[in-house]
């Protein structure tokens, strides 16, 4: 029987100091590839993340605890911020792949500046990762353990788009606070279609999505009350209603910084199709790119390499 492995690849580029200062970054680009669309049948993320860090490559064994013990979360400075319940049992996890070969990754779109919990929220996205990989066995389960953690807990952290693999399957999941003193998230979760490939970096990519469907979607109950509450969609528009558009509105700077990255990963995994520079150039009333695309040919880990090395050339 073939084994299928999920590669995660992870690039952290320092930033880098020109004439004397600090110059900082903070993009990160993700690329998923699920095992139709890769030419070894493995399910495939990517996680590019600039910034001012870094990230050490951790290994955190697999552990027994007993009843009623606690986890310490802690900030990026060490400092504890709060405590939860721990699970009897943690997997074992090497930088962002644990032992079952669930892999996560990451892209802060922000979103709207007034959702961010900065009162009751103390686990950020990163501690939602990290605990997930250590309780969960695929990604259906990983979103399921980081939607809980946050509503139960308090979400810190601004708008995130998270990409999870299995040895099976990719998802997106993208989620944003209630604003402060609102403990919980507004979230939705999609399944990328097998033999294709999607990409986020920087913004919120899901539009509309399947209420019903919970083979290839999952969704908080209020994601679309909650806007209609906060004036961000109004349900007699008589337009559907997409997330990206409800909690982080395209403008011609986001479309410039995080849609070129899309539009060239894509433009390049699948040139017959002609993706248009418009929009990422924001030009009025041109076409968002989709979500996710079918590859001219299925991608070798090389593919992938090359892709994530593109500079716009």
Not at 45 to 70: K, M, V
Not at 119 to 146: H, P, S
Request: one cysteine or more; a negative charge.
């Amino acid at each position: 029987m073939k084994t299928v492995t999920t590669l995660f690849l992870s690039i952290a580029i320092v930033s880098a100091v020109v004439l004397g200062a600090a110059t900082s970054s903070e993009a990160c680009t993700n690329l998923l590839v699920t095992k139709g669309a890769s030419a070894d049948g493995a399910v495939m993320i990517t996680y590019t993340c600039d910034g001012e860090f870094h990230p050490r490559l951790q290994y955190r064994p697999a552990a027994d605890y007993p009843a009623g013990d606690s986890l310490a979360i802690t900030n990026w400075f060490g400092q504890t911020v709060g405590w939860i319940p721990q699970v009897p049992h943690t997997y074992a996890v090497v930088g962002l792949m644990n032992e079952h070969q669930l892999a996560i990754s990451e892209t802060t779109f922000d979103g709207r500046p007034e959702l961010e919990d900065t009162l009751t929220g103390f686990l950020g996205y990163f501690d939602l990762m990290t605990i997930a990989l250590q309780r969960a066995k695929t990604a259906r389960e990983a979103i399921r353990v980081m939607v809980d953690l946050a509503n139960t807990h308090g979400y810190s952290s601004t708008g995130e788009s998270i990409s999870l693999a299995d040895t099976r399957e990719a998802w997106i999941l993208e989620m944003i606070g209630k604003g402060p003193g609102r403990k919980g998230i507004v979230w939705v979760a999609v399944k990328v279609p097998d033999g294709y490939i999607s990409c986020h970096a920087n913004k919120a990519r899901i539009g509309e999505f399947p209420l019903s469907d919970t083979s290839t979607c999952l969704h908080a109950d209020d994601v679309i009350s909650f806007a209609v509450e906060q004036g961000y969609y109004d349900p007699q528009s008589g337009q559907p209603f997409r997330f990206c558009e409800a909690y982080h509105p395209a403008t011609p700077k986001n479309q410039r910084y995080a849609d070129a990255r899309v539009w060239s990963i894509f433009r390049r995994a699948a040139p017959s199709q002609t993706f248009s520079p418009d929009y990422h150039r924001g030009l009025e009333g041109a076409k968002p790119y989709p979500l996710w695309i079918k590859p001219d040919k299925k991608l070798s880990v090389a593919d992938v390499f090359a892709l994530m090395r593109d500079h716009y050339e």
